[in-house]
């Protein structure tokens, strides 16, 4: 199956900083989501973006997926960004059902 | 508009006991799905469905079974309950397949002792 690698494992930022978060795939995919799940555990939507630049306020995310990777970035990070950031892909060329392989996910913590 | 809900939010097991777990979506979305997620891991597929009465295998589909009887509606079965299916149950449902987000559910919490 398809290989999902996400860096950092841990990230640590004081309130204000910007981060950048990666996510590497093995293969061609036809879709790539970025999620981020509370820290009370509910899993958030954040980008549907198998190629291209998205920018949703102080959040944005680039795919290549010609390089296979893709980057998202948190600027001015608060304190209500914490939590797990979690990159999911389907393998191209097989069926389009939306079977979501998941990376094992960035841990952010933003101190005040 | 409740998005995805999940039915129970926690529930504890013992070994060889069975039970259901519900999810239901009020956005008309063909498409559900069920995942697992461990400790420290991220999310795998147990099974999926692309439309009412339909369900396909996912990753890690062993020990479960599901059923898709109404479009809104996605159950997913334990028949005999091991310690190795303790996890956090997701449900997520989307209206495309691969051309469109995933919207999931609070999550289940099982513990199986």
């Known amino acids: 199956g398809i290989q999902v690698e996400q860096s950092p494992p841990d990230l640590i930022l004081q309130e204000g900083a910007n981060s950048t978060l990666r996510c590497n795939f093995s293969?061609?995919?036809?879709?790539l989501q970025w999620f981020h799940q509370n820290p009370w555990g509910q899993l958030i939507n954040l980008f549907y973006?198998?190629?291209g630049t998205k920018q949703n306020g102080r959040l944005s995310a680039t795919t290549v997926a010609t390089e296979r990777y893709s980057l998202l970035y948190i600027s001015s990070s608060q304190t209500t960004d914490s939590g797990v950031y979690f990159c999911?892909?389907?393998?191209?060329?097989?069926?389009?059902?939306?079977?979501?392989?998941f990376g094992q996910g960035t841990i952010l913590t933003v101190h005040p | 508009n409740a998005g995805v809900t999940q039915t129970p939010k926690f529930r504890v097991l013992k070994t060889g006991q069975s039970m259901t777990l519900l999810c239901a979506q009020d956005m008309n979305h063909e498409y559900m799905y069920w995942y697992r997620q461990d400790p420290g891991m991220g999310l795998r597929l147990i099974h999926y469905?692309?439309?009412?009465?339909?369900?396909a295998k996912g990753e890690v589909p062993d020990g479960y079974n599901v059923s898709r009887l109404k479009k809104q509606n996605f159950l997913l079965g334990l028949e005999s309950a091991a310690p190795s299916q303790t996890s956090v149950y997701f449900c997520?449902?989307?209206?495309?397949?691969?051309?469109?987000?995933?919207?999931f559910g609070p999550g289940t919490r099982l513990t199986v002792t």
């Open positions: 469905s692309v439309g009412e009465g339909t369900t």
């Open positions: 997520a449902s989307s209206v495309r397949g691969s051309a469109g987000e995933q919207y």
């Open positions: 973006i198998p190629s």
């Open positions: 999911a892909v389907e393998r191209a060329g097989g069926t389009s059902y939306g079977k979501l392989t």
């Open positions: 293969d061609s995919v036809n879709n």
